[in-house]
C-alpha cells in the first residue's frame, strides 16, 4: 500500500495542474458539506444538550395555542405524567439605572428551569415561595449577563440589582453553557428569570391564552402517553366549563419538534443541496480520473504484461483516488471553518444555537465519512475502465495511443450528463427560491422603508404598574418625538407588524354566543392616531381613528379594521358603522363600531396571510411594551441618538431595543427565506462552476483522443467553421440529454421543492425557463472554448502529432 501510495504522489506531482483542480473540486464539495452537516446537527439534529433532552416537552391548549393560568393550575394539579410543570411568559427586562440596557428574560413559575434538568451554577432555583405576590422580589441571571454586566463579580448571588426600576435579590446564576430553548423565544438568548407573581383573581382565567407550558416526564411515561392524560384533563375541563373549553384541544410535544419543526425542512434541503454539489464534484474528478487513465494504458499495459492482477490495477487507481480525496478533505476543512463563519453571520437563530455550529469531532468524523464516499465515488469509473485494460488491445492499439476504449468514452459521457442534470435540479431550485423570496418583499413592499425608524420600550417597573401612569408616560413621550427636527409623524403601537400578535374572538352580524361554534378570529392592536400616516397605511374607506373613539356616545369603541376582516365579514356591504362584539356569553369587554378601513400588513410573519384585523386606540388597552415609530422626511437612522436622549430625559432607567428602520424589520422578518435562497443559489453556482470545468475537460480530451482525425477531416476539405460545428455539436448534444434527464429530475422533485418555497404551487415556466438560460449558458461557454481550439488546429501538425 505504500508503494501504492509513494506512486500516486509521483504521478500526481507530474500533473501539478490537474491535481490542483481536482483538490480543490473535492475541497469545495467536501468542506461545503461539511459546513452544511454542523449547521443541521445544531440546529435540526442535536438542537440542544439538556439530562435525558427526550423527556422535555410543551404543553399547549391546541396547535401552538398557550394555557390560560386556570388551565395550567388544573393540568399542575391532576397530571401524574410530569415531575416539573412550569409555564413562563417573555419579555424585555431594563437591567441597570444610568445606562440600562434591555435584555431578553421571562417571567417564570419554580417548574420551569427545573424541567430542563440543568442545576443552577450557584445559588438556587426559583421556588414556589417566589410566586406569592408580596414575596420578596429575586431573580435568576444568565452566566453571560452575570459576566457582561455585572463584571463577574463572585458574590453575586445574595446582592441586590436594579431590573425594571426595582431592587431585586439575584438567587441563582445558570451554568456557561446553558440555554433556554423556547419556541416563543427561537432568535434570542434569555438573560434573566423572574417569578411570576399571580395577579389577584388570574388563577380564575380561562379566556385568557399567554403562558407557555414547559415540562419534564416521569420515568416511564411517553409524549404519547402525556399526551393522551392531558387530552384526557382537557375533556374533563370542558364538561365543566364548556363556555371557555369547549374548543380546546390540550396536547403534548417534545421541545424537539416544537424547536426544530419550523427549520428542519428547510435545513434538510440545504443539506440536500449540498449534497448534491458534492456529488457533482465527484463525478467531476471521476471523469476527470478517467480521461488521465487513457494516458496511462500503454503503463497499465506493461504492468498486466509483467503479471499484475486487474485487482492490482483497481487498487492504483483507488489509491489515486484516496490521495486525491485526502488533499480535498484538508483544504476542504479550511473551506468549511469559513463557511461554517458565514453560516453564523446569515442563520435566523440564537447566538447560543450558532455558538453550537462548530466544527466539532462530530463535524470531523462526518468529514471524514465524505472522504471515503468521495474516493469511491471519484475511484471506482477509473478502476473500472483500468481494470479492463486488455494486453492485446493494447499492443493492437495505434502505437501514438491516440484512441481511447468506446467503455471509457461512454462512462466520461454518462459522467458529464449526469453532472449537468444534477446541475439543473440545483438551478431550478435557486430560480424557485429566489422567487419566493421576491415575492415575500414584494407582498411586503408597503413597509419597506428607511424613512421610519422603530424601537421598542418596556415599561415593567412599579412605576408604571398603573395603566393610567402608562397613558401619561406615553402621551409624554409622544410630545417629546414630535419636537425632534426632521420628524414629520410618531405612531406608537402594541405590537409591530411581522412580529406576531394577539387576538380575540368576534361576533358579527347577527351571530350569537355559543362555546361550539368557532367564531371569526381578529387580531387586536392599540395604536395612537398618527399610527397609520407613519406606518403608510393606506386607509381604504371611513376615517382614521381619533381620541374620542375609546368610548363613542352610545358606549361603542370606534374601530379601524383591515381589508381582510372586511372580506370575511362584510363583503358584499360597506362595513363603515357596523358594529361587533367580543365572543363572550356576557358583559363582553368590547362592543365596537368600525369607523375605517385600512390596507392590510402581515402580523404574524412575513409569509404568514394577512388576518382579519381591528386597530384601537390605546387609553383602555395599552400594555406594558409599545413599540415606537418615527417617520422622517430622511432616511430615519439618525434619529436613533435623539429618540434615546428623548426616554432617558423621561426616565433614565429605561432602556430601547430593537432599534432599526422598517426597512431592517422586513428584511429581519425575511432572514430564513433570504438565507435559503441565497445558501442555493450559492451551490447552483459551484455546481455550475464545476460542471463548466468537467465539461471543458472532457471536451479537450476528446479533442485530444482525435488529433489525429481532425487533421485528416481538414486535410481532406473539411473548414474551421465544420470542425466547430464537430465539436461544439458533440458538446451540445450531452447538454441537451442532461437537461432533459434534470427536467425530469426537476418535476420528480416538485413536491418537495414547493412545499418549502413560500406561495410556489408547483414547478412553472419561469424558473424552468431561467434553470435552461442558467446552465446552458454555463455549458456553451465551456463548450465553446475546446471547440473554438480544435477548428484553429494546424492540419500538418495534427496529422505528424505523436
Known amino acids: 500500500m505504500l508503494t501504492d501510495l509513494r506512486l500516486a504522489l509521483r504521478?500526481?506531482?507530474?500533473?501539478?495542474?490537474?491535481?490542483?483542480?481536482?483538490?480543490?473540486?473535492?475541497?469545495?464539495?467536501?468542506?461545503?458539506?461539511?459546513?452544511?452537516?454542523?449547521?443541521?446537527?445544531?440546529?435540526?439534529?442535536?438542537p440542544f444538550d439538556y439530562p435525558e433532552s427526550e423527556k422535555i416537552v410543551q404543553v399547549w391548549s391546541g396547535d401552538g395555542w398557550p394555557l390560560s393560568p386556570a388551565d395550567f393550575h388544573d393540568l399542575h394539579e391532576q397530571n401524574t405524567s410530569f415531575t416539573d410543570f412550569g409555564v413562563y411568559q417573555?419579555?424585555?427586562v431594563n437591567v441597570g439605572t444610568e445606562r440600562a440596557q434591555a435584555v431578553a428574560g421571562v417571567r417564570a413559575t419554580s417548574g420551569v428551569l427545573r424541567a430542563f434538568g440543568v442545576q443552577p451554577f450557584r445559588g438556587r432555583f426559583l421556588e414556589p415561595a417566589d410566586e406569592v405576590e408580596g414575596a420578596a422580589p429575586v431573580a435568576i441571571v444568565?452566566?453571560?449577563?452575570?459576566?457582561?454586566?455585572?463584571?463577574?463579580?463572585?458574590?453575586?448571588?445574595?446582592?441586590?440589582?436594579?431590573?425594571?426600576?426595582?431592587?431585586?435579590?439575584?438567587?441563582?446564576i445558570m451554568p456557561a453553557d446553558f440555554e433556554f430553548a423556547a419556541p416563543w423565544m427561537r432568535t434570542q438568548d434569555c438573560q434573566v428569570w423572574t417569578p411570576y407573581i399571580w395577579g389577584e383573581d388570574e388563577r380564575e382565567q380561562r379566556d385568557s391564552h399567554y403562558l407557555c407550558g414547559v415540562a419534564r416526564l416521569h420515568n416511564g411515561a411517553t409524549?404519547?402517553?402525556?399526551?393522551?392524560?392531558?387530552?384526557?384533563?382537557?375533556?374533563?375541563?370542558?364538561?365543566?366549563?364548556?363556555?371557555?373549553?369547549?374548543?380546546?384541544?390540550?396536547?403534548?410535544?417534545?421541545?424537539?419538534?416544537?424547536?426544530?419543526?419550523d427549520v428542519g425542512g428547510q435545513v434538510w434541503l440545504l443539506f440536500g443541496a449540498v449534497a448534491l454539489v458534492l456529488l457533482v464534484a465527484c463525478a467531476n474528478v471521476a471523469s476527470m480520473l478517467l480521461a488521465r487513465s487513457a494516458q496511462r494504458q500503454g503503463e497499465f499495459g506493461v504492468r498486466v504484461a509483467l503479471g499484475a492482477t486487474r485487482s492490482r490495477l483497481v487498487r492504483l487507481a483507488l489509491t489515486e483516488s484516496l490521495v486525491l480525496a485526502a488533499l480535498g478533505a484538508t483544504v476542504g476543512l479550511a473551506f468549511s471553518y469559513g463557511g461554517i463563519e458565514v453560516l453564523k453571520l446569515i442563520a435566523p437563530t440564537s447566538e447560543a444555537r450558532k455558538a453550537a455550529i462548530a466544527l466539532d469531532a462530530a463535524a470531523l468524523l462526518f468529514a471524514l465519512g465524505a472522504t471515503v464516499l468521495t474516493t469511491l465515488l471519484a475511484g471506482i469509473p477509473p478502476a473500472l475502465a483500468a481494470a479492463r485494460t486488455s494486453l492485446v488491445g493494447v499492443i493492437r492499439s495505434d502505437a501514438r495511443g491516440a484512441v481511447g476504449s468506446r467503455a471509457r468514452h461512454h462512462m466520461l459521457r454518462?459522467?458529464?450528463?449526469?453532472?449537468?442534470?444534477?446541475?439543473?435540479?440545483?438551478?431550478?431550485?435557486?430560480?424557485?427560491?429566489?422567487?419566493?423570496?421576491?415575492?415575500?418583499?414584494?407582498?411586503?413592499?408597503?413597509l419597506s422603508t428607511d424613512l421610519v425608524l422603530s424601537a421598542k420600550l418596556n415599561l415593567r417597573s412599579d412605576a408604571y404598574d398603573d395603566n393610567e401612569d402608562r397613558v401619561r408616560f406615553w402621551s409624554k413621550l409622544t410630545e417629546h418625538l414630535q419636537a425632534i427636527p426632521g420628524v414629520t409623524s410618531v405612531g406608537l403601537t402594541s405590537k409591530l407588524p411581522l412580529e406576531g400578535g394577539s387576538n380575540t374572538n368576534a361576533l358579527v352580524n347577527d351571530e350569537t354566543y355559543d362555546p361550539t361554534q368557532r367564531r371569526t378570529s381578529v387580531e387586536r392592536s392599540s395604536v395612537t392616531t398618527d399610527y397609520f400616516a407613519t406606518m403608510g397605511i393606506t386607509l381604504l374607506q371611513g376615517r382614521n381613528l381619533t381620541a374620542t373613539d375609546d368610548m363613542t356616545e352610545d358606549g361603542h369603541l370606534g374601530v379601524v379594521v383591515n381589508r381582510a376582516f372586511v372580506e370575511k365579514a362584510w363583503p358584499d356591504k360597506s362595513p363603515i358603522g357596523e358594529i361587533f362584539r367580543a365572543n363572550q356569553p356576557e358583559d363582553p369587554w368590547y362592543t365596537a363600531t368600525v369607523v375605517g378601513v385600512v390596507e392590510n400588513v402581515r402580523q404574524w410573519s412575513a409569509t404568514a396571510e394577512p388576518q382579519p384585523e381591528m386597530y384601537t386606540t390605546p387609553p383602555r388597552h395599552w400594555g406594558e411594551t409599545v413599540?415606537?415609530?418615527?417617520?422622517s422626511t430622511q432616511p430615519a437612522s439618525f434619529l436613533?441618538?435623539?429618540?434615546?436622549?428623548?426616554?432617558?430625559?423621561?426616565?433614565?432607567?429605561?432602556?430601547?431595543?430593537?432599534?432599526?428602520?422598517?426597512?431592517?424589520v422586513v428584511n429581519d422578518a425575511t432572514a430564513g427565506e433570504r438565507a435559503v435562497a441565497g445558501l442555493v443559489n450559492f451551490f447552483m453556482v459551484a455546481a455550475l462552476g464545476l460542471v463548466a470545468v468537467g465539461l471543458y475537460g472532457t471536451l479537450s480530451y476528446h479533442i485530444v483522443q482525435r488529433t489525429r482525425e481532425i487533421g485528416v477531416r481538414m486535410a481532406i476539405g473539411a473548414m474551421s467553421g465544420d470542425i466547430l460545428r464537430l465539436v461544439f455539436g458533440q458538446g451540445l448534444r450531452w447538454v441537451g440529454m442532461g437537461i432533459v434527464i434534470g427536467i425530469a429530475g426537476t418535476f420528480a422533485l416538485s413536491s418537495l421543492l414547493t412545499s418549502v418555497a413560500y406561495d410556489m404551487d408547483g414547478i412553472t415556466a419561469l424558473p424552468l425557463?431561467?434553470?435552461?438560460?442558467?446552465?446552458?449558458?454555463?455549458?456553451?461557454?465551456?463548450?465553446?472554448?475546446?471547440?473554438?481550439?480544435?477548428?484553429?488546429?494546424?492540419?500538418?501538425?495534427?496529422l505528424h502529432m505523436d
Request: hydrophobic share 45%.
Open 769 to 798: 425557463s431561467l434553470s435552461t438560460a442558467a446552465v446552458g449558458t454555463a455549458a456553451v461557454l465551456a463548450t465553446w472554448i475546446p471547440a473554438w481550439r480544435a477548428s484553429r488546429l494546424n492540419p500538418i501538425q495534427a
Open 223 to 261: 409524549v404519547g402517553s402525556a399526551d393522551a392524560e392531558i387530552k384526557s384533563i382537557g375533556t374533563q375541563l370542558t364538561a365543566l366549563y364548556p363556555d371557555s373549553n369547549t374548543r380546546k384541544e390540550f396536547l403534548v410535544r417534545s421541545l424537539h419538534y416544537e424547536m426544530t419543526n
Open 414 to 446: 454518462a459522467l458529464i450528463i449526469a453532472q449537468i442534470a444534477v446541475a439543473f435540479v440545483l438551478a431550478n431550485g435557486a430560480a424557485l427560491f429566489s422567487a419566493s423570496y421576491f415575492k415575500i418583499l414584494e407582498q411586503n413592499q408597503s
Open 627 to 631: 413599540h415606537i415609530n418615527l417617520r
Open 640 to 664: 436613533a441618538p435623539q429618540l434615546r436622549a428623548a426616554i432617558t430625559e423621561l426616565d433614565h432607567e429605561l432602556a430601547l431595543e430593537n432599534v432599526r428602520t422598517l426597512n431592517q
Open 11 to 46: 504521478h500526481l506531482a507530474k500533473a501539478r495542474g490537474f491535481a490542483l483542480i481536482a483538490t480543490f473540486t473535492l475541497a469545495i464539495g467536501i468542506g461545503s458539506s461539511t459546513a452544511m452537516f454542523s449547521t443541521l446537527r445544531a440546529l435540526v439534529m442535536h
Open 90 to 92: 417573555p419579555g424585555s
Open 142 to 172: 444568565s452566566y453571560g449577563l452575570w459576566q457582561q454586566t455585572f463584571g463577574g463579580t463572585p458574590d453575586l448571588v445574595g446582592q441586590t440589582v436594579r431590573l425594571n426600576s426595582r431592587n431585586v435579590t439575584v438567587v441563582g
